[in-house]
């Protein structure tokens, strides 16, 4: 069974960093695209960065220069580093896989940056 696993989300003061993981399970998700959402409450999900299987990257505008979205397809696992966060990027993060015209989401992970 595909499983998506995100782990590393908390809780941090604005400014601070963390790294979010996302290990695959049950397929070989270095053949798709994956890419990081996240839902802040009362809010659509929205997507923050996604990277293909060239390692071609993209972010919403409201991280870039802040977060990184990189993968180690031998591990079956894409990461999102964040760093000088903000308090507006509180929410729950999701892992998402696309594989041909599938999509696979994980639980999702929160994090919360107090000001």
């Known amino acids: 069974q595909e499983q998506l696993v995100e782990s590393g989300g908390g809780s941090v003061q604005a400014g601070g960093s963390l790294r979010l993981s996302c290990a695959g399970s049950?397929?070989?998700?270095?053949?798709?695209?994956m890419a990081w959402y996240r839902q802040a409450p009362g809010k659509q999900r929205e997507l923050v960065a996604r990277?293909?299987?060239?390692?071609?990257?993209r972010y919403v505008d409201s991280v870039k220069d802040r977060f990184t979205i990189f993968r180690d397809n031998t591990k079956n696992t894409v990461y999102l580093e964040m760093n000088n966060l903000k308090p507006e990027d509180t929410g729950v993060y999701y892992c998402?896989?696309?594989?041909?015209?599938?999509?696979?989401w994980g639980q999702g992970t929160q994090v919360t940056v107090s000001s």
């Open positions: 998402n896989a696309q594989i041909m015209l599938t999509r696979y």
């Open positions: 049950g397929t070989d998700f270095s053949v798709g695209s």
């Open positions: 990277i293909t299987t060239d390692h071609i990257t």
